[in-house]
């Protein structure tokens, strides 16, 4: 049972565009979320992260957004730039802390 | 300072076989994780410690799993009888405290492969 669901296997975007990468998640009881970002031989770094009580979270050219009620949540990143290619994972806490399978970004030049 | 190292990087073994994989945390570093990412698959939570409470095993798939961890340094995941669906990359991370609130990072991983 997923309790953190990331749709998406990939996604391809224009350099200099936005990148909108989106997670799904179950447990309501979740109240801390978090983004982390993978490159090929190298552990997860975080990136950004956003607690329950608030709907959005800014930092550069990173953004996530959350909706509670349809228990979504979106991380934008604002121009796309080429050392953004990695895999995404969206993850989220309560007592232990679930990740997502992973969304590969590639942005195209 | 450094960051979570882990060895080996790479480990091929015989299915049947025993294996430990070492993580290094952040020194200062109160919690320590191990998780395990299959092909394709996300992140695997595994087990957790947290200075000297008892430590969370409730994802170790099963008991020919098992972790140690001394103080608040190194740890090792141990598996024993391996099995080819045990391949996959086991990543280690540390952090300040609880990680709900707090960022985790993570070692580079050390991937096996059961022959």
């Known amino acids: 049972d997923q309790q953190v669901k990331q749709n998406s296997p990939s996604l391809s975007v224009q350099e200099g565009r936005i990148s909108i990468l989106n997670c799904d998640y179950t447990?309501?009881?979740?109240?801390?979320f978090l983004w982390y970002k993978k490159y090929p031989a190298e552990g997860p770094t975080f990136l950004i992260s956003i607690s329950s009580i608030k709907d959005k979270n800014e930092d550069g050219r990173f953004t996530v957004f959350l909706n509670k009620s349809a228990k979504h949540l979106s991380l934008h990143i604002v121009p796309s730039q080429p050392g953004d290619s990695a895999v995404y994972f969206c993850?989220?806490?309560?007592?232990?802390?679930?990740f997502g399978k992973g969304t590969r970004l590639h942005i195209l030049p | 300072g450094a960051g979570v190292s882990q060895s080996p990087s790479n480990k091929v073994t015989e299915k049947g076989k025993d294996v430990e994989l070492r993580c290094d945390p952040i020194s200062g570093h109160t919690a320590l994780y191990w998780y395990r990412q299959r092909l394709g698959q996300g992140l695997e939570f595994l087990i957790y410690f947290q200075g000297n409470s008892a430590p969370d095993k409730s994802g170790l798939p099963s008991d020919r799993f098992s972790a140690e961890r001394t103080g608040e340094s190194v740890s090792t995941l141990t598996i024993q009888r391996t099995q080819q669906e045990d391949s996959a990359v086991y990543l280690c991370?540390?952090?300040?405290?609880?990680?709900?609130?707090?960022?985790?990072?993570f070692g580079p991983g050390t991937r096996l492969t059961v022959l």
């Open positions: 991370a540390s952090s300040l405290a609880w990680a709900g609130h707090n960022e985790q990072f």
């Open positions: 447990n309501s009881m979740f109240d801390y």
């Open positions: 993850a989220a806490s309560v007592d232990k802390i679930i």
